[in-house]
T-cell receptor, first 115, second 113 residues
Framework: AQKVTQAQTEISVVEKEDVTLDCVYETRDTTYYLFWYKQPPSGELVFLIRRNSFDEQNEISGRYSWNFQKSTSSFNFTITASQVVDSAVYFCALSVYGANSKLTFGKGITLSVRP | GAGVSQSPRYKVAKRGQDVALRCDPISGHVSLFWYQQALGQGPEFLTYFQNEAQLDKSGLPSDRFFAERPEGSVSTLKIQRTQQEDSAVYLC???????????FGPGTRLTVL
């Protein structure tokens, strides 16, 4: 069975601070995919990134960066110079190749960025 | 629009009523998923379609929940004899194929009184 743990529940920062959202996953499968989604107050889940288990290269997209480490089963997400618009709930998720690709989500981290 | 759409956005039902929730996936997307999101929790898988075939319904919480996708595009999630514990946001997602990224709709917030 798959499991995703987001130990942080709520984080509050002041605008322009950097913030890291942690994600730890568990799976016995060797081929899998990791995701981050953002859920703003409007409720829609917005796709941010997808990584496969064979690609441990870190990725940067603007103010967002992701650090994937198989050795610690972690897939952490950093927002640099946070902005008020980054306030949302962030979910880490896992799917396994060869199954029906259903997503297993963590409980989410509520990020509040204060002006 | 080009995204996944869901209707209604909000639904209030009295306990015992039947409800039907609709999902319009992105055009051409083969795979369609339903998830249930309780307040303050992450979404949980309910069921999965590939075209019109329902290949996995292991997440449906009871036999009161039923989903269909008869022509391989629009899907309907039906809940019979609603109970208060059914109150949640129901999210639909679609993807080009089984292994591709899932894109979500805005969800239907169901409140059972």
């Amino acid at each position: 069975a798959q499991k995703v743990t987001q130990a942080q529940t709520e984080i509050s920062v002041v605008e322009k601070e950097d913030v890291t959202l942690d994600c730890v996953y568990e799976t016995r499968d060797t081929t899998y995919y990791l995701f981050w989604y953002k859920q703003p107050p409007s409720g829609e889940l917005v796709f941010l990134i997808r990584r496969n288990s064979f690609d441990e290269q870190n990725e940067i997209s603007g103010r967002y960066s992701w650090n994937f480490q198989k050795s610690t089963s972690s897939f952490n997400f950093t927002i640099t110079a946070s902005q008020v618009v980054d306030s949302a709930v962030y979910f880490c998720a896992l799917s396994v190749y060869g199954a029906n690709s259903k997503l297993t989500f963590g409980k989410g981290i509520t990020l509040s960025v204060r002006p | 629009g080009a995204g996944v759409s869901q209707s209604p956005r909000y639904k209030v039902a009295k306990r015992g009523q039947d409800v039907a929730l609709r999902c319009d996936p992105i055009s051409g997307h083969v795979s369609l998923f339903w998830y249930q999101q309780a307040l303050g929790q992450g979404p949980e898988f309910l069921t999965y379609f590939q075209n019109e075939a329902q290949l996995d319904k292991s997440g449906l919480p009871s036999d009161r929940f039923f989903a269909e996708r008869p022509e391989g595009s629009v899907s309907t999630l039906k809940i019979q004899r609603t109970q208060q514990e059914d109150s949640a946001v129901y999210l639909c997602a679609s993807s080009r194929d089984t292994t591709d990224t899932q894109y979500f709709g805005p969800g239907t917030r169901l409140t059972v009184l």
